[in-house]
């Protein structure tokens, strides 16, 4: 059986959230959240645990607001927008728990090579691993280049260096040799 939730945790989770965040439907902003008293807490960590051993999620805890966001572009063409989703502050607060909770069994689990959404790794890891495991194996990437003219419309006239269609993989044991071309890396 999983232990109880913790006083402790609710006040870690409370703590842990920033603010100034957008509340959810309830409208109760984290800041009120953050002044609870001793009473209060114990109050909201009564609901956390009865949520805990249920497993049911209050039903306005579920409600989201759903707020487009435009990016660049024109505001007139929906894949131009990204969406946030309000929830609120007190669900929030359980999520964090759970997922504290979580985090220790994920961690076994995922390989090693999982980088992303992981505290400490990330894409740029990835990349200087990649970069090492090729330096290792002596393989540089590079695409040969072929020069082009075009002529466009108005009459001037471009030299533009293209790439072949596919890249080609060189052996080498050359260390110098091992730059990748065209700033790769």
């Not at 306005?60 to 131009?80: A, E, L």
């Not at 090492?132 to 002596?138: D, G, L, N």
Request: hydrophobic share 30%.
């Amino acid at each position: 059986m999983e232990p109880d939730i913790l006083e402790s945790e609710v006040r870690w989770a409370i703590q842990s959230l920033a603010k100034g965040k957008a509340p959810g439907q309830d409208e109760i902003p984290i800041e009120l959240f953050k002044e609870l008293k001793d009473d209060s807490i114990k109050v909201l960590t009564t609901l956390c645990q009865q949520i805990w051993k249920t497993k049911q999620w209050p039903s306005d805890w579920k409600k989201s607001i759903f707020i487009p966001i435009p990016k660049n572009g024109t505001v007139k063409d929906c894949s131009n927008y990204r969406t946030i989703a309000l929830i609120s502050h007190a669900s929030k607060i359980m999520l964090k728990i759970i997922q504290r909770r979580l985090q220790p069994f994920l961690e076994r689990e995922l390989p090693d090579t999982q980088a992303g959404f992981r505290k400490g790794r990330g894409t740029r890891d990835q990349i200087a691993n990649l970069r090492w495991i090729i330096e290792k194996q002596s393989i540089r990437l590079c695409r040969p280049y072929k020069t082009m003219e075009c002529t466009h419309k108005d009459g001037d006239t471009n030299t533009l260096n293209c790439p072949d269609k596919k890249p080609v993989f060189e052996s080498t044991s050359n260390s110098e040799n091992r730059i990748w071309k065209h700033q790769l890396v």
